[in-house]
């Protein structure tokens, strides 16, 4: 038990060893903790996706500081990766549990124009969707877009007009 406490120390008062073994060993634990939580917590970016990650950060660092025990510190964390989990789950299953956890896409430009209430709801501005039309669509020209939108994720996203053969 000495060994382990001169290893990874107890309280605050860490040396950099014991912080160092601290920070291995949390590492370690994390990756089998973003293992289980599977690929979408990094993948998807959605706000539950976010919320993970960020959680995750601030509760797992309190341990390898000291602030925090180590055991009640990864129990927490395999709760709410186990909860963000089984979220993922029901949102995959049921599209009316995706809508309230995640949002719907919102509709920001149509028929040549901008619609403008629905930016004001999504909290853009017109050079922010035209830069996500740049990115997606590739393109500074709107009159070659027919649709965009701000995705469930904060992304924008832009369809083409489909081209006429001639």
Do not use: W
């Not at 860490?14 to 903790?33: D, E, K, V």
């Not at 925090?68 to 989990?85: N, Q």
């Amino acid at each position: 038990m000495d060994l382990l406490i001169q290893i990874f120390g107890e309280g605050k008062d860490l040396n950099a060893l014991q912080m160092t073994s601290r920070g291995i060993m949390i590492f370690l634990a994390a990756l089998i903790l973003i293992r289980i939580s599977g690929r979408r917590s990094f993948g998807i970016r959605t706000p539950l996706d976010n919320i993970i990650v960020v959680l995750l950060g601030a509760i797992l660092s309190r341990a390898v500081v000291g602030a925090s025990p180590v055991v009640p510190t990864l129990v927490a964390c395999t709760s709410i990766v186990l909860l963000h989990r089984f979220l993922g789950y029901l949102i995959a299953k049921n599209k009316s549990i995706a809508r309230l956890v995640e949002g719907r896409k919102i509709l920001l430009y149509k028929d040549g124009s901008f619609i403008t209430k629905n930016m004001v709801r999504a909290l853009v501005c017109e050079e922010d969707a035209t830069q996500g039309v740049r990115k997606s669509a590739l393109t500074e020209d709107l009159n070659e877009i027919e649709i965009i939108y701000i995705e469930r994720n904060g992304e924008i996203s832009a369809i083409r007009k489909e081209k006429k053969e001639q």
